[in-house]
Structures are given as structure tokens and as C-alpha cells.
């Protein structure tokens, strides 16, 4: 068995300051026209690739990197965001998100399996939204970083 002995991992908590804003945007987002994903040909899963204005994300990135106090003219980009979702049965093999350094995700607080699994994977919880979504469902947002910036 291999060790890493240097984890290059780590996870801030942050509350979005715009997380009413950012959760109607990822629930709400329209779809692009590019709706075909390589990596999901070996998964049970529906996905879905948002067309979405990913100015919504830089109030938490902000915050983010001041956590980290990381230099400010860091050149960021961000490339996509998608949208999965899962029903009971459904599956996602394991993967990672490289060569990209950040990922994020958001989860329904009412499927113990999923945040027991998403959680298994690495990813850390880093804020909860009562009461957010449809018919009053509750949220989880969950982040992993896979390399030093």
C-alpha cells in the first residue's frame, strides 16, 4: 500500500456570502448545448452541463484565497460546471478532477449515502443551507483541492 506522506490536500469552510444567489443559479442554470460527457459512459448518472455565469463563484473564491492568504493577481479560470444527479441505484466510478487544482460540490442533505460517499472520496464539508431548495430540502456543499496553487 502506497502512503502519501505529504498531503497536499486540505479544505477551508467558507459560507458563501452569496449563497442564496449561487444555489438559484446552480438549480436553475439553463443547459448548454454540449450535453455529452466522456468520463459518465461507465456510470448511472444523470449530468447535466450548465450554462452558467461563473461570476457567481468569485464572492466564495474570494474569501476563499483570503482564507489561504494567497497572493491576489493569481490568474483563476474557471472551465465548467455540471450538475448530477443521482437516484437510488444510480453509480459514479471514482475519478478525479486533474489536472484542474479545485473542485466543488453541492449535496442534498436527505440522501445519507451520497453525503457518506462524497465524503469517503475526500471532499469536505463546507457549508449547510437550510431549508435552501425545493419543498424546504436541505443542502450540503462540499470542496477538494488536489494541488498546491
Not at 456510470?43 to 494567497?70: G, H, I, M, N, Q
Not at 437510488?88 to 460540490?105: A, I, N, R, T, W
Request: glycine share 4%.
Amino acid at each position: 500500500m502506497i502512503h502519501n506522506t505529504f498531503v497536499h490536500s486540505f479544505h477551508s469552510l467558507i459560507d458563501p456570502p452569496n449563497k442564496e444567489e449561487l444555489l438559484y443559479a446552480l438549480e436553475n442554470a439553463p443547459l448548454t448545448k454540449d450535453q455529452y460527457f466522456e468520463w459518465t459512459l461507465n456510470c448511472s448518472v444523470t449530468t447535466e452541463r450548465l450554462d452558467l455565469d461563473l461570476d457567481v463563484f468569485f464572492p466564495s473564491l474570494d474569501l476563499f484565497f483570503k482564507d489561504l492568504e494567497a497572493n491576489a493577481n493569481l490568474n483563476i479560470s474557471l472551465h465548467e460546471v455540471w450538475r448530477n444527479t443521482y437516484s437510488k441505484g444510480y453509480f459514479q466510478e471514482l475519478h478525479d478532477h486533474l489536472p484542474l487544482h479545485l473542485s466543488g460540490v453541492v449535496f442534498l442533505t436527505d440522501w445519507k449515502e451520497a453525503v457518506r460517499f462524497i465524503e469517503y472520496l475526500g471532499f469536505k464539508r463546507e457549508g449547510f443551507h437550510q431549508k435552501y431548495g425545493p419543498n424546504e430540502t436541505d443542502y450540503y456543499t462540499y470542496a477538494k483541492i488536489y494541488k498546491e496553487l
